[in-house]
């Protein structure tokens, strides 16, 4: 499956020279082997080294070349479903502790990027949500409710409010704080870099043809031969996973641009993350050179477009989208692409053991908060493989 077409904006950004790779030999056995090493594998395996264990990651492609390098860098602790939207959906005590749980996953992506041996981006911001239609100003004003109610960083901005912080107005918004922004592609090639540091193995160009289980470990057999392990965490993103169809999930596609840097972003407040409610959702941020990274256009087709001129078609919808909220910027589109993404039916990931598995795992970070899935995902199943069982583990567990 090919995840992502026409030009990234982020490999660009990143030297291989900084990140020193060395030929290794598999050891005779691993605590734990992860299948994937983009965004959710690095991180898994970087939690499960904190933690003690011999790790090896395996990947078909390299390492970061999958859906990572398409990724957009925001890290939001609110999701695609609204908080009071998941009280509905899963009572009030699981939902609010899903919030809590991500809103923790921030942090810890916080502590991750401060590890790394060069720098990645990260930092805290802001975030706008706002209302797409004068109808969704309620829905901000329950959601502002719900998560002051749960002690959530928030505020709640009326039209006249956002008017004074941007040069554009909508019927109400919803501002969270204690969000934050990254180079996607420089994390994960930071978090590979301590990795080897630190004594986990990369088999790259390496894919994973079948798993076996035996009574006190699992054998994977690859293309370059055969890897014995006490576990296997799959972390295959939008792939199909050893979990088979059975996970209720959709495959779609999406677009996303890169500008040229912008000469004055002085109008833009605190940099802040911007989206809105509409679905599907236009989102924005900025970059350390001052380039604009946007994304949305989503599409019900689960591959990645193949023809550039789509590509290209999207991408000027979208630098139009940013020129209706900046129209005072000189927008200049530098990359466009489109990529495969991946959703569940109930907005949030897939975390925990295989059914019918026993030394199988995966961690799946469907959703547009796929990064911060996939850090509070590498937590719970640090716990699970250590004999431990992490509060709110049930909620994303694969069987529900």
């Not at 949500?129 to 109808?135: I, L, N, T």
């Not at 912080?165 to 590979?192: C, S, W």
């Not at 380039?291 to 990645?304: C, F, N, V, Y």
């Amino acid at each position: 499956m090919k995840l992502h077409n026409g030009s990234l904006y982020w490999p660009t950004t990143f030297n291989p020279t900084e990140n020193e790779e060395k030929a290794v030999l598999p050891d005779d056995h691993y605590d734990a082997v992860i299948a994937g090493a983009g965004m959710s594998g690095v991180l898994c395996a970087y939690t499960l080294v904190e933690a003690g264990l011999k790790v090896a990651l395996v990947d078909k492609r390299e390492a970061g070349a999958g859906s990572s390098s398409a990724n957009t860098g925001l890290l939001q602790y609110s999701n695609d479903i609204m908080l009071h939207e998941l009280i509905n959906q899963i009572g009030e005590n699981r939902a609010v502790y899903f919030y809590k749980l991500c809103l923790k996953a921030v942090g810890h992506l916080e502590k991750v990027a401060e590890s790394i041996p060069f720098h990645v981006d990260f930092k805290r911001r802001n975030s706008i949500c706002f209302a797409s239609k004068e109808e969704d100003a309620g829905k901000l004003r329950d959601e502002y409710e719900a998560l002051k109610k749960h002690g959530f960083p928030v505020h709640f901005w009326t039209d006249k409010d956002l008017e004074k912080h941007m040069p554009f107005t909508k019927p109400a918004a919803l501002v969270t704080q204690r969000d934050a922004e990254v180079n996607p592609y420089r994390f994960v090639m930071g978090i590979m870099q301590f990795l080897r540091e630190h004594g986990a193995d990369l088999f790259e160009q390496t894919e994973v043809t079948n798993t076996v289980e035996k009574e006190d470990h699992i054998v994977l057999e690859t293309s370059r031969g055969n890897l014995k392990a006490k576990q296997v965490i799959f972390c295959t993103g939008y792939e199909a996973s050893v979990a088979g169809k059975s996970l209720g999930t959709k495959i779609n596609r999406s677009y996303a641009i890169a500008t040229e840097p912008v000469a004055d972003l002085s109008a833009w407040w605190d940099r802040a993350l911007i989206w809105e409610t509409d679905r599907p959702y236009f989102y924005l941020r900025t970059t350390r050179d001052n380039r604009i990274i946007a994304g949305g256009l989503d599409e019900e087709i689960p591959h990645a477009p193949e023809s550039r001129k789509i590509i290209d078609r999207h991408g000027k919808k979208i630098a139009d989208e940013i020129r209706k909220l900046f129209p005072h910027l000189d927008i200049a589109i530098s990359h466009a692409w489109g990529a495969s993404f991946g959703e569940s039916l109930d907005n949030l990931p897939f975390i925990g053991k295989v059914p019918g598995k026993e030394r199988t795992y995966c961690l799946l970070g469907y959703g547009g908060n796929g990064t911060v899935y996939s850090m509070l995902g590498a937590k719970i199943l640090a716990d699970l493989l250590q004999g431990n069982v992490t509060e709110g583990a049930d909620i994303v567990k694969l069987e529900r």
